[in-house]
């Protein structure tokens, strides 16, 4: 008489050392993909466009990477309340530094310019806070 072996699956083992490396490199994997997300981005633009304000703040802040930031008021005027100006905050990151002069310059005096900008997918930790990307202003 043959007798057929018979597997027996004890789930209260430890895994085996075929596990553990597929258990490790998932957590690389993933690790790995995170990490380049946040220094690299996803440098696809989805919009460019113009923004019209008075910048009420421009800072250069970081830790591990220095970048330009800002904030535009773009307020707008209700009809409603008699004409009453409200205030509405845009925030963006400056990628062009030539221009940082000149916004602080306009920020000081208080004066309304357009700032053109692109919008990216994904922004990298090197290229600022914020998707929104000054390039240019008028």
């Known amino acids: 008489e043959v007798k057929m072996p018979c597997y027996e699956f004890n789930f209260n083992e430890k895994p085996n050392w075929i596990g553990r490396i597929l258990g490790i490199g998932a957590f690389l994997v993933i690790f790995c993909g995170i990490f380049y997300l946040n220094f690299h981005g996803i440098q696809k633009v989805i919009s460019e466009g113009e923004m019209t304000g008075v910048i009420t703040r421009i800072s250069h802040k970081g830790i591990l990477y220095k970048t330009w930031e800002g904030e535009l008021n773009i307020g707008s005027i209700s009809t409603d309340k008699g004409g009453i100006v ?53």
């Open 86 to 138: 409200t205030p509405d905050k845009w925030y963006f990151s400056i990628e062009n530094e030539n221009i940082i002069p000149l916004l602080k310059e306009k920020a000081s005096k208080g004066e309304r310019v357009t700032l053109i900008y692109k919008r990216l997918f994904i922004a990298s930790v090197k290229q600022g806070e914020t998707n929104y990307l000054i390039m240019a202003i008028k």
